[in-house]
């Protein structure tokens, strides 16, 4: 396991599946609105179900949740929750935030969207920038993204069992070897703000 990212990561990957809407309800709000980087989130759900469901979410955070969409491009402190129905992947030059690209070919995967095509599209254009996180989940999905994310140097967090409603994405990442904390949902917007080095804004 690493420590601290030594740079501030520039994007978060989260991956989550079985469990997940209700999770990320809570703690989606607990980050603050001057939040600064973006935030990609891969939720199995089918076509019609995300739209609505970021829209909930974005009635209860202080960040801003929306659907992402193609060319978008990322703009710091907001949640994109990928499509139900669509691959969505992130595109960067270097030096820039980055842009999401949406796709609906068919490809061999069990899930539209996948995380293991999203996080691995983060770890290629952000390495060590990036941070990987897997939560609650049936399967393996996100095992192959959250390895591509660790590989590059980025840093990586996964659930822990108890908190869990399913311990399977993140079981296998901890198996793997590839995760550098393995935290309560609780403690998972800690990690993220820890590692973007996020520093509230003295109210003068």
Do not use: W
């Not at 079985?18 to 990609?40: R, V």
């Not at 970021?54 to 994109?80: D, F, T, W």
């Not at 793997?176 to 309560?184: A, E, N, S, T």
């Amino acid at each position: 396991m690493r420590g601290t990212p030594s740079s501030p990561v520039a994007l978060v990957a989260l991956g989550i599946s079985t469990g997940g809407p209700k999770a990320l309800q809570e703690i989606l709000p607990t980050l603050p609105a001057d939040f600064s980087i973006p935030i990609l989130v891969v939720q199995h759900m089918p076509p019609g179900f995300t739209a609505p469901f970021a829209k909930r979410l974005n009635g209860l955070c202080a960040a801003s949740v929306c659907e992402g969409s193609q060319g978008e491009i990322l703009r710091p402190g907001v949640i994109y929750i990928a499509p139900g129905g669509c691959q969505m992947t992130v595109d960067r030059t270097k030096d820039t935030i980055g842009m999401i690209c949406l796709s609906d070919k068919p490809e061999k995967q069990l899930h539209v969207p996948s995380v293991d095509i999203m996080m691995k599209s983060v770890a290629a254009a952000y390495g060590p920038l990036a941070m990987g996180v897997i939560m609650t989940g049936m399967g393996s999905d996100g095992a192959q993204g959250m390895k591509a994310i660790h590989r590059d140097g980025g840093f990586t967090v996964g659930q822990d069992e108890p908190s869990c409603a399913v311990y399977g994405m993140p079981r296998v990442c901890a198996e793997m070897g590839i995760l550098d904390r393995i935290v309560p949902l609780s403690r998972i917007t800690y990690e993220i703000l820890q590692a973007t080095r996020y520093r509230q804004k003295s109210v003068s």
